[in-house]
């Protein structure tokens, strides 16, 4: 079955840096699109970044645009999100995502907290 692994979330300064990892498993990773989401509490689940899955081209929220990087290495199926000059307001859950057969799948999440 499908399966993310997320690692790399923990305690960062402001300005800070974090880089996180999605092990994936269960369906051809190099065939589809990779997404990070977070979640602030209180707050909806919002799209952070996407690489698609053959040119590797990549969008970011505005918030994060500048600041974070998505990469994926399909040959150990993984994708990660590097996030530089972090700030208070990065402070989420953050889950990888992947849309197969109209299905969303997510991983468990890995937490992020910008504090100083």
């Known amino acids: 079955q499908v399966q993310f692994v997320e690692s790399g979330g923990g305690l960062a300064q402001p300005g800070g840096s974090l880089r996180l990892s999605c092990a994936a498993s269960?369906?051809?990773?190099?065939?589809?699109?990779m997404s990070w989401y977070r979640q602030a509490p209180g707050k909806e689940r919002e799209l952070v970044a996407r690489?698609?899955?053959?040119?590797?081209?990549?969008n970011y929220a505005d918030s994060v645009k500048g600041r974070f990087t998505i990469s994926r290495d399909n040959a150990k199926n993984t994708v990660y999100l590097q996030m530089n000059s972090l700030k208070p307001e990065d402070t989420a859950v953050y889950y990888c995502?992947?849309?197969?057969?109209?299905?969303?799948?997510w991983g468990q999440g890995t937490q992020v907290t910008v504090s100083s």
């Open positions: 995502n992947a849309r197969l057969a109209k299905n969303n799948y």
């Open positions: 269960g369906f051809t990773f190099s065939s589809y699109a």
């Open positions: 690489i698609t899955s053959v040119t590797g081209s990549t």
